[in-house]
């Protein structure tokens, strides 16, 4: 088992819980270790969308209809 230093109480429907069990003995991984990593991916995809929405900060808004006509304009629509 990997250094994990906290413990948290997670309630899983059964069905979700008995699918862990089976990956964690099938990748010789603890059910911690695959809630862990799974935790941290979830996170880091937030952060690369935090990332991407500040590089674009400064992009000017298009409507939604200003969007459709631009679509049609390169005949995409």
Known sequence: MSELSR???IYF???IHQALKVR???SLQSLSE???EAVRQ???EDQEDLA???ERINEPDM???AMLNDLK???KL
């Open 73 to 75: 304009k390169h005949g």
């Open 52 to 54: 991407a929405v500040a």
């Open 7 to 9: 413990r948290a109480t």
């Open 63 to 65: 409507t939604y209809e």
């Open 13 to 15: 429907d059964p069905v």
């Open 42 to 44: 979830h996170l880091l």
């Open 34 to 36: 695959l809630v862990d």
């Open 24 to 26: 964690a003995a099938t």
